[in-house]
């Protein structure tokens, strides 16, 4: 497995965006800019497009096995039995030493599948109606081996449960109800039970793959998480988490510890953040309902926004950037539904997004290149360092600014989870591009709101501004129109930030709370 597979590509991502960031004050039209972003844009779904096999092995894939060379453990209550050398029985312990395939099947009670093999060792366990529960550890524990490929069995119900309490085994700190020291793969053609009453439901210190299956997941802490990567190919997730549904992080290495995507059915639930990385996140495809915190009902859309939340409740989630290819999105989360710490890329996909806070938001540049956005209640819809617009369609109903550059000193920042003010600075450098799509936009704050220069090139744009101090286009550099259908209802296409970013409307604050 390539680690930093897709690092590079990354990096050069980065590197392209920020330099089409930068706005060039010799730049009058906006085409030479324009030009520069489409061609990033391009490259990064050239580029990123996500070659699986830099991802996926095809052992990983592999969900059969020979029937005639696997060795039969039975689970018999508190005890199992095996007649192969590769197995060791101790009580409610069954040990697996050897490289092979293992078929597990039966009930085990306050017990342990560990894997103790080689450090070059390949093992696959293939779950065939095996019940695991263990009170005080995990139910599959992988100590050592190469990779390990828990595979559920066609048709089959599987479980693997934590009773909520972690004693030390030996040196590791087990914390997950399926928890591997090793690189670990989850595919098959059954479904997969996991509950943690305590921990996480299944954790990697290495790279976590999943390929296909069902899997029902019920976590206090993570649903999924892996150190180095999560990289998911398909398959069906139900997670409902006390902390991320899907989580990546390594604190050892900021390269590491990214979320890759190549589609999958995801319901996920959770008490933080539904998809979080810590280097990247890369979506290619999938379906996705996402519930974060107590929802976007419960807070209350405001201004001054002041009270500290120090839990992180976002939708999809990086600290690095992200980049979307396709999909389909329902979001409703109580912090942003779409937030990175770098620039965000989205090509393609189906978003319906309900936020307390912002829809889209970017510590760099947003470039959306293509797709369907329908923001039904958020704070601020699209806001970024920068903000370049290709195509699509656009429905936006915002508390406060509907598409927003640089951000200025509202209250619509959450850094880490904490409402506060925004991390950009009003001489900053930033600028909305908007070279296509059909863009509908009705606010409480300005419909568009440029600290830099607005540029439309192309696309049809309707904006209602309601609030009483702002406009529907406001820029605080220059304004140009070369060829944009814009229709607003305070005349503000003719002078754009004549109210020059005036104060908010207190009127227009509302309270939307959880029946």
């Not at 209350?300 to 690095?320: A, C, F």
């Not at 979307?324 to 989205?346: K, L, R």
């Not at 568009?448 to 101090?469: H, P, V």
Request: net charge negative; glycine share 14%; proline share 1%.
């Amino acid at each position: 497995m390539k680690k930093r597979a897709g690092l590079s590509l990354l990096l050069a991502l980065t590197l392209a965006l920020s330099g089409c960031a930068q706005w060039e004050d010799s730049q009058s039209n906006g085409q030479t800019q324009s030009a520069q972003e489409h061609a990033a844009v391009e490259t990064a779904d050239t580029e990123l497009a996500g070659d699986d096999s830099e991802m996926f092995t095809d052992r990983d894939m592999k969900t059969d096995y020979d029937i005639s060379a696997v060795a039969v453990i039975t689970l018999r209550g508190d005890t199992a039995s095996c007649d192969s050398e590769g197995v060791e029985i101790d009580g409610s312990t069954v040990t697996i030493t050897e490289e092979g395939t293992y078929i597990l099947s039966g009930t085990l009670e306050d017990g342990m599948i560990l894997v103790d093999a080689s450090d070059s060792d390949k093992v696959q366990l293939v779950l065939d109606g095996a019940e695991i529960t263990n009170s005080t550890s995990a139910a599959l524990y992988v100590r050592e081996a190469d990779k390990v490929f828990v595979t559920t069995a066609l048709g089959s119900r599987n479980t693997l449960a934590n009773g909520g309490e972690y004693l030390q085994v030996d040196d590791n700190n087990i914390d997950a109800a399926l928890f591997s020291k090793s690189d670990l793969t989850l595919n098959g053609a059954g479904t997969l039970t996991i509950t943690a009453a305590q921990g996480h439901g299944v954790v990697s210190k290495d790279d976590l793959v999943l390929t296909s299956g069902t899997y029902i997941i019920t976590a206090a802490g993570h649903g999924l998480s892996g150190k180095d990567s999560v990289r998911i190919a398909g398959g069906s997730y139900q997670i409902t988490a006390g902390k991320d549904g899907i989580h990546g992080e390594n604190a050892d290495d900021p390269d590491l510890g990214y979320l890759y995507i190549a589609g999958g059915t995801f319901d996920i639930q959770a008490a933080g953040d539904g998809i979080s990385a810590a280097a990247y996140l890369q979506i290619q495809d999938g379906s996705f309902t996402l519930y974060t915190g107590q929802g976007s009902a419960s807070v209350t859309m405001t201004d001054d926004r002041g009270e500290e939340n120090s839990v992180s409740t976002k939708g999809l989630k990086s600290d690095g950037p992200i980049t979307i290819a396709g999909g389909s999105f329902v979001t409703d989360t109580e912090d942003d539904s779409i937030h990175a710490g770098g620039n965000i890329v989205i090509t393609g996909g189906q978003f319906q997004i309900e936020t307390g806070d912002d829809g889209i938001r970017s510590d760099g540049a947003v470039i959306i290149q293509d797709g369907s956005f329908i923001l039904s209640y958020c704070y601020e819809g699209i806001e970024g360092l920068s903000v370049t617009i290709h195509g699509g369609t656009f429905a936006i109903s915002s508390q406060d600014d509907g598409i927003n550059a640089a951000g200025g000193a509202d209250s619509s920042g959450f850094g880490g989870g904490r409402p506060g003010q925004d991390q950009f600075s009003a001489d900053s450098e930033s600028f909305i591009t908007i070279e296509g799509g059909t863009i509908t936009i009705v606010s409480g704050g300005d419909s568009i709101d440029s600290n830099g220069d607005l540029t439309i090139n192309g696309g049809t744009l309707d904006l209602t501004c309601n609030g009483s101090n702002d406009t529907a286009l406001d820029c605080d550099g220059s304004y140009t129109n070369n060829g944009g259908h814009v229709t607003t209802n305070d005349g503000s296409e003719s002078d754009p930030g004549r109210m020059g970013g005036g104060s908010r409307d207190p009127g227009m604050n509302r309270e939307r709370k959880q029946p």
